[in-house]
């Protein structure tokens, strides 16, 4: 069965560094979406991402954060500037359909910052 | 694994037993629901969803059931198994707030003992 992934499993960064967190949405999918989980709490929604455009931003995701898609496989979640409270779980998801679909999600990029 | 949720509400069964999970959703506008399982250092996983058209839907050992008079929905997990111990979020589409954006619920901790 196709599945989204993730990589890196674990990223440790500093305070104030920039990281970059990549995932590779199922092929056939067109909708590509972040969401983060801090421990203990729930499944947050970061941004959705359509047609090369974001379609739909939280409030989370200010000014320092963008997406991009680089090419036609790879999905990427940027952080100009961590933080202390931008340590959680990144998860990565896709659907075929938008959020009248399934959303498919990876196994996240635990971020830890320092 | 990470352990998500240190403070979520657990229901407790026994292996065998039927469980069911609840969940309160606040959007009246919300038109689609999705139940997604989360294993320990796992992303969510799909489980079953329903349209607001409908108000009962089954698969494999699970029926979901929607009441929109009280915006209530519900899992229902026949012969619970030990592989059946995870957390269970609800997830909504608020359709009214925005097209391209589920929203998660708490989480409940199903706990399965032998």
């Not at chain 1, 983060?36 to 379609?55: A, C, D, H, T």
């Not at chain 2, 026949?78 to 708490?106: H, M, R, W």
């Amino acid at each position: 069965e196709p599945e989204v992934t993730q990589t890196p499993s674990h990223q440790v960064t500093q305070m104030g560094q920039e990281v970059i967190l990549r995932c590779v949405p199922i092929s056939n999918h067109l909708y590509f979406y972040w969401y983060r989980q801090i421990l203990g709490q729930k499944v947050e929604f970061l941004v959705s991402f359509y047609n090369n455009e974001i379609s739909e931003k939280s409030e989370i995701f200010d000014d320092q954060f963008s997406v991009e898609r680089p090419d036609g496989s790879n999905f990427t979640l940027k952080i100009r500037s961590t933080k202390l409270e931008d340590s959680a779980m990144y998860f990565c998801a896709s659907s075929a359909q938008g959020v009248q679909s399934p959303l498919h999600f990876g196994n996240g990029t635990r971020l830890t910052v320092t | 694994g990470e352990s998500v949720g240190l403070h979520l509400p657990t229901l407790s069964v026994q292996e065998g037993d039927n469980s069911i999970i609840n969940c309160a959703y606040s959007n009246s506008a919300s038109d689609y629901f999705i139940w997604y399982k989360q294993e320990s250092g796992k992303g969510p996983q799909f489980i079953i969803d329903i349209r607001s058209n409908m108000d009962k839907r089954q698969g494999q050992r699970v029926t979901v059931l929607l009441n929109k008079t009280v915006k209530h929905l519900s899992l229902q997990i026949a012969a619970t198994q030990p592989g059946d111990s995870a957390v269970y979020f609800c997830a909504e589409n608020p359709f009214s707030g925005g097209y391209n954006k589920l929203i998660f619920g708490a989480g409940t901790r199903l706990a399965v003992h032998p």
